[in-house]
């Protein structure tokens, strides 16, 4: 895995900001979303594409971090910057706890069971108990931030600044992690994981720590989403999201970094596309687009460019 | 005591339909090792084709029979046509492409048929037994549920074919050698699925009534009947059914009310699972390393 | 090097800056050219909800039907609807791009609970009207915290409380049962009646039981509830689960006194599958007009209704209640244009909005009229009981004023 020079990574986190400067706040919007799914998706990446235990559950972390965030601001005042550490211990613990009984699960086991946790997430989040604290069904209205130091910024340009540097940090520490000694303990597991025992990787720890992580990394894009939506409430984190998430990863690449940035592009998007497409039955368009990719590039946006380069720029023998 | 006695009656009920679900589950894994996310609006789409045919004039059991037919084809088809190419792909390639047939298949049921409730004919009409608390269809439903794990579970167990198909599911480059035509054994446990499907569609949509949605519900808590029971086997898996569907009413009744019901399912499932990986009734798999 | 990354870069920035930040020239009347008028709405095309696209369906066809016959004030209607799928962020994201990229003049009927709250705070400080939200919920009539927002239907906690008097009436020492969905529609009901019930609620409510619209079916439900002794029972269920019930407690040989919500008395949708004869002496307090009720057979409304379903929407099943419930917010938003004769501006739609006085719809019951006040925001208010007799509603009593919250 190549990784990208320094000049090249700044350069292009140069390119991602230019937008706020140059499109309409609406597209900002979109823009910012795509970031945000961008992290939930590279959180979900850790965990499925480089450790492969398969997660049909991330909304439910994406949704915890979101009413972290909205509750920190609307009941205690938190400012929205500060919300974004206290979402992510409190993802990554929870993602500690889920991943402790999934060691013992695999593969389907593990896809169901997270799927479970899907489905039951909004009804958790209405739960009659939490309703002082999550608003119960009604929810909990965000206030977008204003821009600080008076800067003479719209509010949507300002939010999108501040996710892509969030955005940017959240990828810079899982390049880090994928590459460094973590991460090829963490590719280890799901590639053989009774080999990678044998040569004495703590199997267990290394897959509930990556679940933490991975929660973490959704927490945090869905606290960011809280911000940008400006609302949380139960029907928006239905198992649709989790399966959002899911499509999101495996358009984009699966065992990628650069890849669940595609996939941000593509479940923000499509929708759209797939709605102007048909009116009638735009379900049916997405799904067939999605089948087509899923034929065309098996491993995603990511690994096609990867054999696309890999084919156009010869290594010398 | 009566009521709980009905509970339990009604759980037993909403349970054969997690049943026949889940069976259509095992038969799918059985067959090909992965699980067909989409089964549940296949099943519904079968359900409609029955609908449709009803509505021409087909009596019930001609539509019926036709139904399971068509089903069979559509998910030997897909299997051809959609799943042979994907056969190196990455497993995940698959769950997305049966994401997408999901997606497909409730968009266009909701495109031809509107998403207006409609009403499906139960063959088991009559006044209810047992003080009202079963009705005729689901004595009938569950008896046909039943008739359908003897098929499976014999075919599985006691015919040549259920066998190879097994083993294909198993180690497909073995079965070819054994001579086997894998991709014949492939089409067939897609088609078989699907044909099971549009049974489960055609017992469930009398009580739940037909609409495009119909079987988002359901579809957890077959997975979690199917997991608890074990998902390499139909006996289990159709007892899981059933006892997801007890389980589910006396706790929403008793324990933690309605409000908490998917919660405990998930619960429940965490649980049984860490106790026993391969369900209740499963077979551990050891693999030597 | 730099330059050729910075020129491909360039590429795909361009496609994005197409609306740019100059943004569009503040225009009195957003929305309004001299050829058209332009309004938005989020509907739930796709998803759980998904059965309550009719409604979109239905204005799409009613603003052709205005189109053809002149438009209003020299301009055509271009009435733009999106599919938000019932999820709060995807409503965000639309309404934004109705309102800040097709720039509607306002929002019209937006669908769901949720949904509408999301936009609400948007809408109003950007001075959009959020017209005739598709969704009973009492809190949209709120003038002065939202002067920009504002419901059309009677809201569900009037008409719970609506059911309350009728109970306390007929039924003073009755037990009540009540079978509600989870969420702000069934939450709204339990609300209501404790409005009218008062400290009478914890005696005479021996049993409140809640379903999610993923439970396949309520029969645990309904055998819980019949085991608590009521003789009341109140539903606040949609559709599908309205049939179930209907279907379930004639299984179970239980026979409370049935209070229906508003939303599942569709024939069609709700009697006819659950079988007809099995909810006879079933109440539910109704404002439209049934479209298979044979005493309206020849009703002008209806008849009114009927042609124009015949001609713009041949194929539609009329039998759906989404279409009159269409027709009506139609009929209401064309005469908030009208009286706005010819001013445009979005303050002017929202004040002529807010001056609805006695307004008749066609699909609306006899005495049921829009009424509509700066203090006011409930544009309807009235209702009236009925009971189905096995083959139709028979409307009973008079239209009853509800108080709302």
Same mark, same amino acid.
């Given at each position: 895995?190549?990784?990208?020079?320094?000049?090249?990574?700044?350069?292009?986190?140069?390119?991602?900001?230019?937008?706020?400067?140059?499109?309409?706040?609406?597209?900002?919007?979109?823009?910012?979303?795509?970031?945000?799914?961008?992290?939930?998706?590279?959180?979900?990446?850790?965990?499925?594409?480089?450790?492969?235990?398969?997660?049909?559950?991330?909304?439910?972390?994406?949704?915890?971090?979101?009413?972290?965030?909205?509750?920190?601001?609307?009941?205690?005042?938190?400012?929205?910057?500060?919300?974004?550490?206290?979402?992510?211990?409190?993802?990554?613990?929870?993602?500690?706890?889920?991943?402790?009984? &999934?060691?013992?699960?695999?593969?389907?086991?593990?896809?169901?069971?997270?799927?479970?946790?899907?489905?039951?997430?909004?009804?958790?989040?209405?739960?009659?108990?939490?309703?002082?604290?999550?608003?119960?069904?009604?929810?909990?209205?965000?206030?977008?931030?204003?821009?600080?130091?008076?800067?003479?910024?719209?509010?949507?340009?300002?939010?999108?600044?501040?996710?892509?540097?969030?955005?940017?940090?959240?990828?810079?520490?899982?390049?880090?992690?994928?590459?460094?000694?973590?991460?090829?303990?963490?590719?280890?597991?799901?590639?053989?994981?009774?080999?990678?025992?044998?040569?004495?990787?703590?199997?267990?720890?290394?897959?509930?720590?990556?679940?933490?992580?991975?929660?973490?990394?959704?927490?945090?894009?869905?606290?960011?989403?809280?911000?940008?939506?400006?609302?949380?409430?139960?029907?928006?984190?239905?198992?649709?999201?989790?399966?959002?998430?899911?499509?999101?990863?495996?358009?984009?690449?699966?065992?990628?970094?650069?890849?669940?940035?595609?996939?941000?592009?593509?479940?923000?998007?499509?929708?759209?596309?797939?709605?102007?497409?048909?009116?009638?039955?735009?379900?049916?368009?997405?799904?067939?687009?999605?089948?087509?990719?899923?034929?065309?590039?098996?491993?995603?946006?990511?690994?096609?460019?990867?054999?696309?380069?890999?084919?156009?720029?010869?290594?010398?023998? | 005591?009566?009521?709980?006695?009905?509970?339990?009656?009604?759980?037993?009920?909403?349970?054969?339909?997690?049943?026949?679900?889940?069976?259509?589950?095992?038969?799918?894994?059985?067959?090909?090792?992965?699980?067909?996310?989409?089964?549940?609006?296949?099943?519904?789409?079968?359900?409609?084709?029955?609908?449709?045919?009803?509505? &021409?004039?087909?009596?019930?059991?001609?539509?019926?029979?036709?139904?399971?037919?068509?089903?069979?084809?559509?998910?030997?088809?897909?299997?051809?046509?959609?799943?042979?190419?994907?056969?190196?792909?990455?497993?995940?390639?698959?769950?997305?492409?049966?994401?997408?047939?999901?997606?497909?298949?409730?968009?266009?049921?909701?495109?031809?048929?509107?998403?207006?409730?409609?009403?499906?004919?139960?063959?088991?009409?009559?006044?209810?037994?047992?003080?009202?608390?079963?009705?005729?269809?689901?004595?009938?439903?569950?008896?046909?549920?039943?008739?359908?794990?003897?098929?499976?579970?014999?075919?599985?167990?006691?015919?040549?074919?259920?066998?190879?198909?097994?083993?294909?599911?198993?180690?497909?480059?073995?079965?070819?050698?054994?001579?086997?035509?894998?991709?014949?054994?492939?089409?067939?446990?897609?088609?078989?699925?699907?044909?099971?499907?549009?049974?489960?569609?055609?017992?469930?949509?009398?009580?739940?009534?037909?609409?495009?949605?119909?079987?988002?519900?359901?579809?957890?808590?077959?997975?979690?009947?199917?997991?608890?029971?074990?998902?390499?086997?139909?006996?289990?898996?159709?007892?899981?059914?059933?006892?997801?569907?007890?389980?589910?009413?006396?706790?929403?009744?008793?324990?933690?009310?309605?409000?908490?019901?998917?919660?405990?399912?998930?619960?429940?499932?965490?649980?049984?699972?860490?106790?026993?990986?391969?369900?209740?009734?499963?077979?551990?798999?050891?693999?030597?390393? | 090097?730099?330059?050729?990354?910075?020129?491909?870069?360039?590429?795909?920035?361009?496609?994005?800056?197409?609306?740019?930040?100059?943004?569009?020239?503040?225009?009195?009347?957003?929305?309004?050219?001299?050829?058209?008028?332009?309004?938005?709405?989020?509907?739930?095309?796709?998803?759980?909800?998904?059965?309550?696209?009719?409604?979109?369906?239905?204005?799409?066809?009613?603003?052709?039907?205005?189109?053809?016959?002149?438009?209003?004030?020299?301009?055509?209607?271009?009435?733009?609807?999106?599919?938000?799928?019932?999820?709060? @962020?995807?409503?965000?994201?639309?309404?934004?791009?109705?309102?800040?990229?097709?720039?509607?003049?306002?929002?019209?009927?937006?669908?769901?609970?949720?949904?509408?709250?999301?936009?609400?705070?948007?809408?109003?400080?950007?001075?959009?009207?959020?017209?005739?939200?598709?969704?009973?919920?009492?809190?949209?009539?709120?003038?002065?915290?939202?002067?920009?927002?504002?419901?059309?239907?009677?809201?569900?906690?009037?008409?719970?409380?609506?059911?309350?008097?009728?109970?306390?009436?007929?039924?003073?020492?009755?037990?009540?049962?009540?079978?509600?969905?989870?969420?702000?529609?069934?939450?709204?009901?339990?609300?209501?009646?404790?409005?009218?019930?008062?400290?009478?609620?914890?005696?005479?409510?021996?049993?409140?039981?809640?379903?999610?619209?993923?439970?396949?079916?309520?029969?645990?439900?309904?055998?819980?509830?019949?085991?608590?002794?009521?003789?009341?029972?109140?539903?606040?269920?949609?559709?599908?689960?309205?049939?179930?019930?209907?279907?379930?407690?004639?299984?179970?040989?239980?026979?409370?006194?049935?209070?229906?919500?508003?939303?599942?008395?569709?024939?069609?949708?709700?009697?006819?599958?659950?079988?007809?004869?099995?909810?006879?002496?079933?109440?539910?307090?109704?404002?439209?007009?049934?479209?298979?009720? @044979?005493?309206?057979?020849?009703?002008?409304?209806?008849?009114?209704?009927?042609?124009?379903?015949?001609?713009?929407?041949?194929?539609?099943?009329?039998?759906?209640?989404?279409?009159?419930?269409?027709?009506?917010?139609?009929?209401?938003?064309?005469?908030?244009?009208?009286?706005?004769?010819?001013?445009?501006?979005?303050?002017?739609?929202?004040?002529?909005?807010?001056?609805?006085?006695?307004?008749?719809?066609?699909?609306?019951?006899?005495?049921?009229?829009?009424?509509?006040?700066?203090?006011?925001?409930?544009?309807?208010?009235?209702?009236?009981?009925?009971?189905?007799?096995?083959?139709?509603?028979?409307?009973?009593?008079?239209?009853?004023?509800?108080?709302?919250?």
């Amino acid at each position: 895995m190549r990784s990208l020079p320094p000049w090249a990574a700044v350069l292009l986190l140069c390119a991602a900001a230019t937008p706020a400067f140059l499109v309409s706040d609406y597209r900002l919007f979109q823009l910012t979303m795509v970031v945000v799914y961008s992290v939930a998706i590279l959180g979900l990446a850790l965990v499925t594409g480089f450790n492969g235990q398969i997660s049909l559950g991330h909304g439910a972390f994406y949704a915890v971090g979101a009413y972290v965030t909205a509750i920190l601001m609307s009941l205690y005042d938190v400012p929205y910057w500060a919300t974004l550490p206290v979402s992510a211990v409190v993802c990554a613990a929870i993602g500690f706890l889920v991943g402790l009984p &999934a060691l013992r699960l695999g593969g389907l086991y593990l896809a169901l069971t997270t799927f479970a946790l899907a489905v039951a997430t909004p009804q958790l989040l209405k739960y009659h108990l939490f309703e002082g604290w999550t608003g119960g069904v009604q929810g909990i209205v965000v206030f977008k931030p204003d821009p600080p130091f008076g800067l003479p910024l719209s509010a949507d340009q300002w939010l999108y600044l501040f996710t892509l540097a969030v955005g940017a940090v959240m990828f810079l520490v899982a390049a880090n992690l994928v590459r460094g000694r973590i991460g090829l303990a963490v590719r280890a597991i799901r590639d053989h994981s009774l080999a990678a025992e044998a040569t004495g990787i703590d199997v267990a720890l290394c897959k509930t720590r990556t679940f933490a992580a991975s929660a973490m990394f959704t927490g945090i894009a869905g606290s960011l989403g809280a911000i940008a939506v400006g609302f949380v409430a139960p029907d928006s984190f239905t198992v649709f999201l989790s399966i959002t998430l899911f499509v999101g990863l495996v358009v984009g690449g699966v065992a990628s970094v650069a890849g669940p940035v595609f996939g941000g592009f593509f479940i923000a998007f499509l929708p759209n596309i797939a709605e102007e497409v048909s009116k009638a039955a735009p379900g049916a368009i997405y799904g067939v687009i999605l089948i087509a990719f899923m034929y065309l590039l098996p491993s995603g946006v990511a690994g096609g460019l990867g054999s696309l380069l890999r084919r156009v720029v010869r290594r010398p023998a | 005591m009566t009521e709980f006695l009905h509970q339990v009656l009604s759980g037993i009920a909403s349970g054969g339909i997690y049943a026949s679900v889940a069976l259509a589950l095992v038969m799918i894994f059985q067959a090909t090792h992965h699980v067909n996310f989409a089964q549940g609006e296949m099943a519904m789409f079968s359900t409609y084709i029955a609908l449709a045919l009803i509505q &021409a004039g087909v009596p019930y059991w001609g539509a019926f029979a036709i139904t399971v037919a068509a089903s069979m084809v559509i998910g030997a088809a897909i299997q051809r046509v959609l799943l042979t190419p994907m056969a190196g792909s990455p497993v995940l390639a698959s769950v997305g492409v049966f994401i997408g047939l999901l997606l497909i298949f409730n968009s266009v049921a909701g495109w031809l048929f509107t998403y207006q409730l409609k009403q499906f004919p139960s063959p088991f009409e009559g006044p209810p037994v047992l003080g009202g608390f079963v009705t005729r269809h689901d004595l009938g439903s569950t008896a046909v549920t039943l008739a359908v794990l003897s098929l499976v579970y014999t075919f599985f167990r006691f015919t040549n074919l259920g066998l190879a198909m097994r083993a294909s599911a198993y180690n497909p480059a073995s079965s070819r050698l054994m001579g086997i035509r894998v991709d014949r054994m492939l089409s067939l446990g897609w088609g078989l699925a699907a044909a099971i499907g549009a049974v489960a569609g055609m017992m469930i949509a009398p009580v739940v009534f037909l609409d495009p949605n119909m079987m988002s519900g359901v579809l957890l808590y077959a997975f979690a009947g199917a997991l608890l029971g074990g998902i390499s086997n139909p006996l289990g898996a159709v007892a899981g059914g059933f006892a997801i569907g007890v389980i589910e009413n006396l706790a929403g009744a008793y324990l933690v009310g309605n409000e908490l019901k998917l919660t405990l399912a998930l619960v429940i499932i965490v649980v049984v699972l860490t106790v026993k990986p391969a369900g209740l009734f499963g077979k551990s798999v050891v693999s030597r390393v | 090097m730099y330059r050729r990354t910075l020129l491909a870069a360039a590429g795909p920035l361009a496609t994005f800056g197409i609306l740019g930040r100059a943004g569009p020239a503040a225009a009195q009347a957003p929305g309004v050219t001299a050829t058209e008028i332009k309004i938005g709405q989020t509907e739930a095309y796709s998803g759980p909800a998904s059965a309550y696209g009719a409604i979109g369906r239905g204005l799409v066809a009613f603003f052709k039907r205005v189109n053809d016959q002149g438009g209003i004030a020299g301009r055509r209607i271009n009435f733009i609807s999106v599919d938000d799928g019932y999820l709060p @962020p995807k409503t965000v994201e639309q309404t934004r791009r109705l309102v800040e990229q097709e720039g509607v003049s306002f929002m019209l009927n937006g669908l769901g609970t949720p949904p509408n709250t999301a936009v609400q705070r948007y809408l109003n400080q950007k001075k959009v009207p959020q017209l005739f939200v598709a969704t009973g919920a009492d809190k949209w009539a709120n003038p002065k915290e939202f002067p920009w927002t504002m419901g059309w239907q009677p809201s569900y906690r009037t008409e719970a409380q609506i059911y309350a008097k009728y109970i306390l009436q007929n039924k003073p020492d009755g037990k009540i049962a009540i079978l509600y969905q989870n969420d702000d529609f069934g939450k709204d009901y339990l609300a209501g009646l404790r409005d009218v019930l008062g400290d009478k609620y914890d005696r005479m409510v021996v049993k409140a039981v809640s379903y999610e619209v993923t439970d396949p079916t309520i029969d645990s439900q309904a055998v819980t509830m019949q085991g608590s002794g009521a003789d009341v029972l109140v539903t606040a269920a949609t559709p599908k689960f309205a049939a179930q019930i209907i279907r379930k407690i004639y299984d179970l040989n239980w026979k409370p006194l049935h209070l229906l919500t508003d939303v599942s008395l569709s024939v069609a949708a709700v009697i006819n599958p659950a079988g007809p004869e099995r909810a006879v002496g079933m109440i539910a307090a109704a404002y439209l007009k049934e479209a298979t009720d @044979p005493a309206l057979a020849n009703d002008p409304g209806m008849n009114e209704w009927r042609a124009f379903m015949k001609e713009y929407m041949p194929d539609a099943d009329v039998t759906d209640s989404n279409y009159p419930y269409a027709y009506g917010v139609g009929v209401t938003t064309m005469q908030v244009l009208k009286q706005c004769d010819g001013d445009f501006s979005r303050e002017n739609i929202m004040k002529q909005a807010a001056n609805l006085k006695n307004l008749e719809v066609a699909t609306l019951l006899p005495g049921i009229v829009v009424n509509t006040s700066p203090t006011n925001f409930h544009p309807i208010q009235q209702m009236q009981l009925q009971r189905w007799n096995g083959t139709r509603w028979e409307l009973f009593g008079s239209v009853i004023e509800g108080a709302g919250s």
